[in-house]
């Protein structure tokens, strides 16, 4: 690879997004420019530079091109010539602009290294790098489309509005969405948020029909993608019909971030329920990559499918985040015991155990109703449940014949949803089968709440007993008494908490995870391992 652009020290923060993630970001207060040659050649007078490291890759599918232009002879001082860069993109107008301000980084033709800073030439070094051959250099830049059939704004479309973020910083990737919607519905919640971020968005309407794969055919003709990143069931199986009719040849990853059904009763209903992990397991045999969200995930997927081999990516969250004590739960949950507004917390109220997540069987939301309906009797507590989902009726009866005395505290998603978390004492999560590792436990996490959680996928990896309170599938009793004994001592609370922060910032970092995926695509895309 090769340092192959310098800009000027008054570089424009925007200009900083540029930057690949998986290379040092040398500052430009005190930059020292290291080229990546045999020698390791090095400018030893620090100077106000902010270098671009860009990888060199031949990649077999489309991409932008940055090309840099004829080169100096030898013995001629370079001049800074405004055609030095060219970037040809036909899609990339905001990259386009940013690297053809960045200063010329000249090469001539006995392969001098050369840096022009502030209209002075500065030789760095001769000889010709290893394994570069002369001539014009090409830096290809990866397409990445994300796909998804969103039906609100829950873990998976966490995961993809974070990489979205994230690789939008980089220099050399360039990403899109792809929103399948119903056939007359708006732009889902997490095509909204994408679109915010000044990120491509393709709203793609209808269901699984011929029409529909023909379109996606040409869609794909269309963005000429360099690879499709599925995150559910129906982008996987429309991505992977539509290439098996032999409409486009995008090479395709998926990733399984765990179930969300379970079989309930008999009929139509119940039959797509104990069909659904068996066809999901089927169509994910013919994704080029596969990802499992946690190791037990992986190993779930596996003894259901040998053939699938996923590679673990552990989802990642963005360790910085601020959140500013406005506590809206407490003050939700005093104006409804009091029945209109007050100014006043929930304090009195006694701790609040809270949950989070999509109001379907999975989650097992009931179970936690019946649990903090028995442990009010020893210890008065408060619950609060924040989703949408097609239970919210049926949840709402169990409360009212559990809890005939307080209102139902079933509270849709709200967009500030950290300031929500950090009101609560006590974090419940009791899923059953087909859990992931879910983006609100490692929220949770981040925030030091004290977790009770099930050993469903991977809450049982980064729950360990030492850091939160970790109950087996389906044990009523066990789940009953970790939330009791968390109910009663606050200092264990706080302490759990404390170790379950750190344990969530050591191994869940959102960069981390970003820069595990950036090396996927660059595997998958080299020719001579497509076909492993």
């Known amino acids: 690879f090769l340092g192959s652009a310098v800009s000027r020290s008054r570089t424009r923060p925007s200009d900083h997004r540029l930057a690949p993630g998986n290379h040092r970001f040398l500052p430009s207060h005190a930059a020292t420019a290291t080229l990546a040659r045999s020698g390791r050649a090095r400018l030893t007078r620090p100077l106000r530079l902010t270098v671009l490291a860009i990888r060199r890759r031949r990649l077999r599918y489309p991409c932008h091109t940055l090309t840099q232009l004829p080169w100096a002879r030898q013995g001629t001082a370079p001049t800074r010539q405004p055609g030095a860069l060219a970037f040809r993109d036909r899609r990339s107008t905001a990259n386009s602009t940013a690297l053809r301000n960045f200063d010329n980084f000249l090469l001539d033709s006995t392969s001098t290294w050369a840096v022009t800073h502030r209209g002075r030439h500065r030789p760095v070094a001769r000889g010709t790098p290893t394994g570069l051959p002369a001539g014009p250099l090409s830096i290809r830049m990866i397409h990445v489309v994300h796909a998804i059939s969103s039906g609100g704004f829950y873990g998976a479309e966490k995961v993809i509005l974070d990489l979205v973020l994230m690789q939008q910083r980089r220099a050399d990737l360039t990403p899109t969405l792809i929103d399948f919607v119903d056939q007359g519905m708006d732009e889902s919640d997490v095509g909204r948020r994408v679109r915010a971020l000044q990120a491509r968005v393709v709203r793609f309407p209808g269901g699984v029909t011929l029409g529909s794969l023909s379109r996606y055919g040409r869609l794909m003709r269309a963005l000429r993608p360099s690879v499709v990143h599925s995150h559910g069931y129906k982008p996987t199986f429309v991505h992977w019909f539509s290439r098996f009719l032999r409409l486009h040849s995008v090479p395709l990853v998926a990733t399984s971030h765990g179930?969300?059904?379970?079989?309930?009763?008999g009929g139509l209903r119940g039959f797509k329920d104990r069909r659904y992990p068996g066809l999901d397991i089927w169509q994910l045999s013919w994704a080029d990559r596969v990802i499992a969200v946690s190791t037990e995930w992986a190993a779930t997927l596996t003894e259901r499918n040998p053939r699938l081999r996923p590679r673990v990516i552990l989802n990642g969250i963005h360790t910085?985040?601020?959140?500013?004590?406005?506590?809206?739960?407490?003050?939700?949950?005093?104006?409804?015991?009091?029945?209109?507004?007050?100014?006043?917390?929930?304090?009195?109220?006694?701790?609040?155990?809270?949950a989070v997540g999509r109001l379907a069987p999975m989650k097992n939301h009931a179970a936690l109703i019946e649990a903090v309906a028995r442990i009010r009797t020893e210890h008065p507590c408060r619950l609060a449940i924040i989703?949408?989902?097609?239970?919210?009726?049926?949840?709402?009866?169990?409360?009212?014949?559990?809890?005939?005395?307080?209102?139902?505290?079933?509270?849709?998603?709200?967009?500030?949803?950290?300031?929500?978390?950090?009101?609560?004492?006590?974090?419940?999560?009791?899923?059953?089968?087909?859990?992931g590792l879910p983006m609100a436990l490692l929220e949770a996490g981040l925030l030091g709440r004290a977790v009770v959680c099930s050993d469903s996928g991977g809450m049982a990896t980064l729950i360990d007993g030492d850091n939160g309170r970790l109950v087996r599938m389906r044990d009523q009793a066990s789940l009953e008494r970790a939330l009791l004994e968390l109910m009663s001592s606050v200092g264990l609370r706080e302490r759990l908490g404390v170790r379950l922060r750190a344990s969530?910032?050591?191994?869940?970092?959102?960069?981390?995870?970003?820069?595990?995926?950036?090396?996927?695509?660059?595997?998958?895309?080299?020719?001579?391992?497509?076909?492993?």
């Open 504 to 532: 969530v910032l050591a191994a869940y970092d959102v960069r981390r995870t970003e820069a595990q995926y950036w090396d996927l695509y660059q595997d998958l895309l080299r020719p001579s391992t497509r076909a492993a």
């Open 320 to 354: 910085d985040v601020r959140v500013h004590g406005t506590h809206p739960l407490r003050r939700f949950l005093a104006d409804l015991a009091s029945g209109q507004p007050t100014d006043g917390g929930a304090e009195h109220l006694g701790p609040i155990v809270g």
């Open 387 to 435: 989703g949408d989902g097609p239970l919210r009726a049926e949840l709402e009866s169990l409360w009212r014949s559990r809890m005939p005395h307080i209102e139902p505290a079933l509270i849709p998603f709200q967009a500030d949803i950290l300031e929500w978390v950090q009101d609560m004492d006590v974090f419940c999560m009791p899923s059953l089968e087909g859990e």
């Open 259 to 265: 179930w969300d059904t379970v079989a309930r009763g």
